[in-house]
């Protein structure tokens, strides 16, 4: 029953702010997120762009049909890099393989409308948009704390600096020794940083503040 459900495969349709070319902005700036190598990200948006913007619409299929060798001729990989990626793909759940173990791929459109695709489907891909979009908001929202702590740590140093203590410049330039906070990635690390400098900045505060 090749012919059923599997080939047809329908989906929902994109939220309708997301357009197919926003969606392939939202897997470029989610590649990491999402876990995905730069080649499976290439694919889906090689997908995207071999699809019909009606494709994306609420009861269609949106698929691609293209030959294991037609892929690997356009992407200049091997046939075996291929199926890789959309191993790739299918275990991250954005695509299903809806056409027969080591048959040919195959598809109808009539009228510009997919009757039926035994290749590659995006069903799940259109259906994880909106959760795809949701990882790009958090990672905006990661790098903006992420800037604000690093200023922070900045205005720290400077506070300290203007201590003009010797001791204190010591004490801080051993909480971060080359002073660079751009080097820090990791949140808790640069909040753990940012609780050392206020110490010390409290501790020699008050001794510079004695008279």
Not at 26 to 55: H, M, T, W
Not at 86 to 111: C, F, H, Q, S, W
């Amino acid at each position: 029953g090749w012919c059923g459900m599997s080939v047809r495969l329908v989906h929902e349709g994109l939220p309708s702010d997301i357009t197919p070319y926003r969606l392939k902005l939202l897997l470029q700036r989610a590649r990491i997120a999402l876990g995905l190598s730069k080649g499976a990200v290439e694919y889906l948006v090689f997908a995207i762009e071999n699809c019909q913007p009606s494709d994306f619409q609420n009861g269609r299929i949106c698929a691609i049909w293209h030959s294991l060798e037609r892929l690997a001729t356009l992407f200049r990989l091997s046939k075996r890099q291929i199926n890789r990626i959309e191993a790739e793909l299918v275990d991250a759940g954005l695509i299903k393989r809806t056409y027969p173990e080591r048959k040919n791929r195959y598809g109808d459109r009539v009228d510009g409308v997919i009757k039926r695709a035994a290749g590659i489907n995006l069903a799940p891909l259109i259906e994880k948009a909106e959760y795809i979009r949701s990882l790009v908001g958090r990672q905006m929202q990661a790098d903006e704390d992420h800037k604000r702590l690093r200023e922070h740590i900045q205005d720290l140093f400077r506070q300290i600096r203007e201590l003009e203590n010797g001791e204190a410049n010591d004490a801080a330039t051993s909480i971060l020794p080359r002073r660079r906070p751009g080097e820090l990635n990791d949140i808790y690390e640069m909040q753990q940083v940012a609780e050392a400098l206020k110490a010390v900045l409290a501790d020699f505060s008050a001794i510079s503040g004695q008279p």
